[in-house]
């Protein structure tokens, strides 16, 4: 990797009349193919309350991954809208965001910028104002430590950019991120430091330091080798809900359940969707793959954490996993309902799990061992958790077809149909609360499927690439590295495709009818409602009162990249 020196583009020139605006463009690193870019933009004319900034490229270069703003791109086009925090820009202020991207060839500086319509000709201001830090700097902040704090902190100033304060109180999942550990964060050769991976924290609701999500590739040009999904920051809940503290349920079992009842997640499995005003299509009741045309009855903002690893046999026997969930719905006739809700949710029943869509739908319960915790509860009215086993591998070798929307007709299985379907169905009830919410979380390309005769019961998927089953197409792509490189494709490796990259999150059907108290403490499990906190309990939030309900789509996400690989 060869890191450029700093290039810094500034368009100037004297303005003084309203609208105005000025522009620096600084490429802070670039390596072969890619590029990291910070864009400050300052207001030379009235204050705005919102901004839009478009520029072009010469040379063909592409946005990858964005934060501090919404950025997409058309051809050369590229257009950067401003997220919740940071729409308001007064005289004189400025506001800043950063990107990664690629490029081939060349990467010359871009040129036509302007914000609203308006080219930026003014001169930009040389101290940004607005907005948190884009591009942290190589080493943390030299100022002492602080205190802890007295009451749960609204979230993290210096994230990305320090560590805690030496005297803050930390979980049990920043511990473990906090040095290299197979369940935290263990860096290869040439990955971010543990220490730098450890600067991506967060205060949890109960004033302790968590891990928080992070970008795939810091600031800095360094991989961290994994993927969190999407930018918090980016929803439209973000003012609300901050940053997710990774592993929050799981300390409150810490401090008010025995050993036997504790549930420890590994840090590379927590998963952020942020999606903004999602569709909700009369009649969907989410039994097909794609929606039904119909009018839209309500629009949803979703931003949830869910934990949801690919790669262990962990899900083999255990079946309650971290969802954070903040979810708020406006829909047609008025009614505004919102969520706010943390919980270990059970997803299906505990101690085994049945077979995925290959060789079908559910089956039979496969009954597998104990499962973590003990004494975790099962849920009966969804799926569960449905995971490939070796009738799959026997439907591929017999040649079987299913049904596949994309196509008219049935198709043969292949190994790239070995995929994930987490289903689950959470009920708060009690004191007027009615809430529910059925989600789906899909997996398309996992790295491990279950075989009771290899050791941990664990096979790589990416190793029957290379049996005389019939392979499809994530197979072909590992067979081309394969006649590249002479080589089979390691299970971990960053060119397999088996990584966990590609999910679909459905928050699925989603209902709150609330006539109590807006605020609800229940425990770990998203049980025994209570309108007054206890021991071990978690504060939740259920706003509205719905007459329909709703069943929201969430998205599906691509979160593949060169630096990422197993486990993911």
Request: aromatic content about 10%; hydrophobic content about 30%; overall charge negative.
């Amino acid at each position: 990797m060869v890191t450029a020196s700093a290039l810094a583009v500034t368009v100037a020139a004297p303005a003084v009349a309203a609208p105005g605006c000025g522009v620096t463009y600084t490429v802070g690193s670039q390596w072969q193919g890619g590029f990291t870019a910070t864009v400050t933009v300052t207001n030379v004319g009235d204050p705005v309350s919102s901004w839009t900034l478009t520029w072009s490229y010469a040379a063909g270069q592409r946005v990858t991954q964005a934060w501090n703003a919404t950025v997409t791109q058309s051809g050369t086009q590229v257009t950067a809208r401003n997220v919740s925090y940071n729409g308001s820009i007064a005289t004189g202020a400025s506001v800043s965001f950063g990107f990664n991207g690629s490029w081939t060839g060349s990467n010359p500086a871009s040129t036509g910028f302007a914000v609203n319509g308006t080219t930026c000709t003014g001169s930009p201001g040389p101290n940004p104002t607005t907005g948190p830090p884009t591009q942290p700097p190589t080493t943390p902040p030299t100022s002492g430590p602080t205190p802890p704090p007295t009451s749960a902190p609204p979230g993290n100033p210096t994230w990305g950019t320090a560590l805690p304060p030496a005297s803050a109180p930390t979980s049990r999942a920043y511990t473990l991120i906090a040095t290299a550990n197979d369940k935290g964060y263990q860096p290869r050769s040439g990955e971010c430091s543990v220490e730098l991976h450890a600067r991506y924290w967060t205060y949890g609701p109960d004033g302790k330091v968590y891990p928080t999500w992070h970008p795939s590739r810091d600031p800095s040009g360094c991989n961290f080798g994994h993927e969190h999904g999407d930018d918090p920051r980016n929803s439209d809940l973000y003012s609300t809900a901050r940053w997710p503290a990774f592993g929050y349920t799981s300390e409150v079992m810490m401090d008010a359940m025995p050993e036997h009842s504790h549930r420890h997640e590994d840090h590379v499995g927590h998963k952020v969707l942020s999606v903004n005003n999602v569709n909700v299509i009369q009649g969907d009741n989410g039994s097909s793959f794609f929606p039904p045309s119909g009018p839209t009855i309500a629009t949803c903002d979703v931003l949830l954490k869910f934990h949801q690893g690919t790669h262990s046999p962990d899900a083999f026997t255990n079946n309650v996993h971290e969802l954070l969930l903040n979810q708020r719905c406006s829909q047609s006739n008025g009614q505004v309902t919102e969520a706010r809700y943390s919980a270990l949710i059970p997803l299906g029943r505990a101690g085994g799990f049945s077979p995925s869509e290959c060789p079908g739908f559910g089956g039979q319960f496969i009954n597998v061992g104990p499962a973590v915790p003990a004494d975790s509860p099962s849920e009966t009215r969804s799926l569960g958790r449905l995971i490939t086993e070796p009738g799959c591998v026997q439907a591929i070798r017999e040649g079987r077809t299913h049904y596949d929307p994309l196509y008219p007709n049935p198709v043969p299985f292949t190994v790239s149909d070995m995929d994930d379907f987490w289903f689950s169905d959470v009920q708060v009830t009690g004191s007027g609360l009615n809430f529910r919410l059925a989600p789906l979380f899909y997996v398309v390309n996992p790295s491990r499927y279950y075989d009771p005769a290899l050791p941990n019961r664990m096979g790589r998927i990416v190793d029957l690439c290379y049996t005389n089953l019939a392979g499809g197409d994530y197979c072909n792509q590992a067979r081309q590295v394969t006649q590249q490189t002479g080589q089979q494709v390691a299970w971990d490796d960053p060119r397999s495709p088996f990584k966990g990259t590609l999910r679909e999150f459905r928050p699925g059907t989603f209902t709150v009818q609330n006539t109590g108290p807006t605020t609800v403490y229940t425990d770990a499990y998203g049980r025994n409602a209570s309108s007054t906190p206890f021991a071990g309990s978690i504060q939740q939030y259920f706003s509205g009162n719905q007459s329909t309900q709703l069943y929201v789509r969430g998205a599906t996400r691509d979160y593949a990249a060169n630096s990422v690989h197993a486990p993911n």
